[in-house]
């Protein structure tokens, strides 16, 4: 035999490959796609934010310019809250939700594909600001009258207005995609209070993305029409109020930061459990709280407004509505301190960052019952306390779930396990780095210093807690390239992951790592909220209990 | 390194903005709010932490599917209206004291205590403008003033004890361009400045000397230098400064001062500065007619030095000193800069 009749194994050329990523519809590859997406944004704004540290590190400054470091916090905020924490979400929903509820695909595959693909181009439309000389600057939930004309002479904000816009439609599609799969495509038996806990909290996050997120589209389109088509909605020398802007954003702003919680919430509440090799507590409880906290939550916003001199009337009840979310928010932390009480506690990778969760978010959760007392709110607002208040719930909350997330789920999107080691220096530089950087910023809000101040003078006794933080940003910053190190990494190195590494109970752990075009070669009839936990234990499947 | 950094690094008087320091009431009923948040947030702290680590240390066991599953708990209905109701309860008692203190700080002061009918009342309107405050003063008890002045507050000290000697001061609050944040922290909570909009804010205290603050929302480029100076003056103290501030500018007889006036009236300073008494009647920057009266400038960026130093640097670039400010340089020959200095120097 010749050599040159052999059949030869060659690699797909890499059009091939880049067609296959750009033009597929599965649901799994796009949920990738959504996650490297949010970790290259990740990565840009944590090198904004380490820019302005290092500009506070010393007082009176001179590394950055103010302009420039207006601009810093302001991509920074715009990309951690629009282009990072949004779609890694949404992006490990697409991937998890229908294995999870035993579906094919999502409802809507091609919508899928379009979601992705505008929400990637409104963060390149905000971005492309840069190459017209200079981004926004006006903060991430830019205020009135500063996007106007007068203020934001340069096309800055039309960017950043389009490209919110442009990416808003993203999130509502993904939204309608998750209502409609997880309402019509559960596998035979899943009722709907026998979905896994994370597609429930996905299902709700949907639902509030529904209603937050088209009055910040409307609240947009002023913005284009003030500045283009001459209109004045927000500018009040002509009669429009500056101050309506503000109802409209926070109107979607506060709902924003429970869709950038409840998914955490939710992988919380799937990796608690099979770390701690016990069933969830409470699950009814569990799922009522998390639909409680989706409804107050709509009617809360303007405790971010307390210093705007509204009524007495309106600073008590906007104050005593958001105390009631603190109610469901600890049934939850209660559920899970029971879940892994009298467990076997597994402490592997998604289970350190579930127990940093469960430490960090706790404090994030404290200081935000803080600033809901509407008077010591009057100090707090606007002070770095609150910068290090909402850094502890985007960071020791939404993104530590998200690590706990991403831990347990990569062996089942790439058949490959992390490096445990990795993950662990991973976790503790994180852990420390974040308390580090964070902490001192309470300290210094409460010593007077305003958030969004490019400089300080040195006689007010904010130089240490600067300095501090500045090296907890040092301290951070390694973490979050070994995680990229780990998942590049380990794509090749990773031990071979098997159909369920963790034993956990759910279906995407039925097929195989990872799964096939259409997940299941038969889709599966379920009976609990663990079919894998049935099968395994027949004698006493769950299904008796629920 | 930028000369401002050495200059503002040779004057480290230490300066308090703590919240823990009140010296005002609307600042001491958040005080004592705080005090109760922080106690009971501070329990929960330790309770649920303790639970945690208890937990981690008490039921780690290394993974081994051999030895058989813990015991499975789907839950309790009993535990779960347990720790319902708990933070209910809580909840219910700190809504409660938030009533209370927000009564405290945001009511009618001479409402809620009618004993101040008797006392002596100062009323300004402070207006926020891209990157400095301007204040009009209204009135002193009965007494109009209806002057203006910038960028540093005077305010009589009050003696709380007795009620014709207390000097609550109520501040009204206007925006003329984008939102600011009055903030002096040992006085009271922040009140924001909104165009469109009128707010107002009270505080009262018997403490003199002067606190500090500074702009507290976001209002653009320089919003890091638009810093609060409040100087609370022993009462003669404050009328005299009253007395001399609402008068015009003074008039000098040396000639130098009367060609840099001269100079300084030629110069595009007079459609953006006012100085009472004079030609000067712009409005796009602060009031200037006894500008040697305060201990800054620009917002509290530099020192007022008696030489005129700053002074000088300042009018001769303000954009190297406050990079985006609205004033421009005007490349000022130096013997035209010599005499403005001159001439602003003498306005005390
Ligand atoms: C375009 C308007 C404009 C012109 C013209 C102008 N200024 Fe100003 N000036 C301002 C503004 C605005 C500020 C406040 C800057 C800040 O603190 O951000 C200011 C601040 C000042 C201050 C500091 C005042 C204080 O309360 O601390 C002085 C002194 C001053 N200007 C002097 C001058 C002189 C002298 C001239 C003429 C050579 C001049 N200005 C011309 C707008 C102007
Ligand atoms: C390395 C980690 C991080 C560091 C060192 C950091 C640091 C900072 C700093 C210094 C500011 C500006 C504060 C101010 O001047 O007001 C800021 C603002 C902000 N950060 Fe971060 N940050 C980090 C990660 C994150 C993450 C992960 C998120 C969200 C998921 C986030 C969300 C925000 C938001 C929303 C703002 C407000 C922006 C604004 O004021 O408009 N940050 N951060
Ligand atoms: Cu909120
Ligand atoms: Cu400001």
Known sequence: ?546 | MHRSLLLALNDVSPQNLSIFDPVSPPAEAIHQLSMLVLAITGGIFLVVEGILIYSLVRFRSPHNPRNGEPPQVYGSQPIEIAWTAAPALIVFVLALVIVRTEWEVRGDPEKLQPELKESKPLRVTAIGHQWWWEYVYESFGDEKLDFLTANELHVPASNRQVPSERRPVYLTLKSADVNHSFWVPRLAGKTDLIPGRTNTMWFETGQTGVFVGQCAEYCGTQHANMLLRVSVDPPEQFEKWLDNERANALESDDAAIRKGKQVFLAQSCVNCHRVAGTSAHGKVGPDLTHLMGRATLAGGTLDNDRKGENLRRWIEDPQTIKPGCLMPAFGLSASDLDGVVRYLSSLE
């Open chain 1, 1 to 546: 035999m010749s050599v040159a009749e052999q059949p030869r194994v060659e690699a797909p050329p890499w059009t091939a490959t880049l067609n296959e990523w750009t033009a597929t519809v599965d649901h799994k590859k796009i949920g990738l796609l959504y996650i490297c997406m949010s970790v290259v944004f990740l990565v840009v704004a944590g090198v904004e934010a380490l820019l302005m540290r290092w500009q506070l590190i010393v007082p009176r400054n001179t590394f950055l310019s103010p302009q420039i470091f207006n601009q810093m916090f302001t991509m920074h905020g715009t990309t951690m809250v629009f282009f990072v924490g949004m779609p890694i979400l949404i992006g490990i929903g697409n991937f998890v939700v229908p294995l999870q509820i035993g579906a094919r695909d999502m409802a809507f595959p091609r919508l899928n594909a379009l979601g992705f693909w505008v929400t990637l181009f409104g963060g390149l439309l905000v971005y492309f600001s840069f190459l017209t000389g200079s981004a926004p600057d006006f903060g991430w939930f830019a205020y009135a009258p500063l996007t106007e004309r007068t203020f934001a002479r340069g096309p800055a904000a039309d960017f950043w207005s389009l490209g919110l816009i442009v990416s808003g439609i993203g999130t509502v599609t993904a939204a309608v995609n998750f209502v409609a799969t997880i309402l019509g495509m559960r596998a035979p038996g899943m009722r709907l209070w026998k979905i896994p806990f994370f597609s429930w909290t996905i299902l709700w996050t949907s639902v509030q993305i529904l209603l937050a997120l088209p009055p910040l589209t409307a609240a947009l389109f002023m913005v284009v029409f003030d500045r283009q088509l001459g209109a004045h909605f927000f500018d009040a020398q002509t009669g429009g109020s500056s101050f309506l802007w503000q109802h409209l954003f926070w109107f979607f702003g506060h709902p924003e930061v429970y869709i950038l919680i409840l998914p955490g919430f939710g992988m919380i509440a799937e990796v608690i459990p099979v770390f701690s090799r016990k069933v969830l507590f409470g699950y009814e409880f569990m799922a009522a709280a998390t639909m409680a906290i989706v409804f107050i939550s709509m009617g809360v916003w303007a405790h971010h407004m307390f210093c705007v001199g509204m009524s007495r009337t309106l600073d008590l009840y906007f104050a005593g509505a958001s105390l009631l979310v603190s109610i469901p928010t600890g049934i939850k932390m209660f559920n899970w301190l029971a879940t892994m009480y009298g467990g076997k506690l597994w402490l592997a990778s998604p289970m350190l960052f579930a127990c940093g969760f469960l430490s960090l978010f706790l404090i994030g959760g404290l200081t935000g019952i803080m600033l809901a007392a509407a008077p010591f709110d009057f100090q707090l607002s606007d002070s770095y306390f609150v910068v290090g208040h909402f850094h502890w719930v985007l960071i020791g909350g939404t993104l530590f779930a998200t690590f706990a997330g991403l831990h347990y789920w990569y062996p089942k999107a790439t058949g490959r396990m992390l490096s445990e080691r990795i993950a662990r220096w991973q976790f503790f530089l994180l852990f420390v780095g974040f308390i580090v950087t964070f902490g001192p910023m309470h300290i210094a809000g409460m010593l007077g210093m305003p958030r969004r101040i490019y400089t300080y003078d040195a006689n007010r006794g904010w130089d240490i807690w600067n300095q501090l933080a500045t090296v907890g940003g040092l301290i951070q910053a390694p973490s979050y390239l070994l995680f990229v190190y780990n998942i590049i990494v380990s794509l090749w190195k990773g031990r071979p992951a098997g159909d369920n590494p963790w034993d956990a109970w759910t279906l995407e752990w039925a097929t195989t790592s990872p799964p096939p075009p259409y997940n299941f070669e038969e889709i599966p009839t379920v009976h609990s909220r663990r079919p894998l936990w049935d099968l395994r234990h027949p004698d006493d499947p769950d299904w008796q209990y629920e």
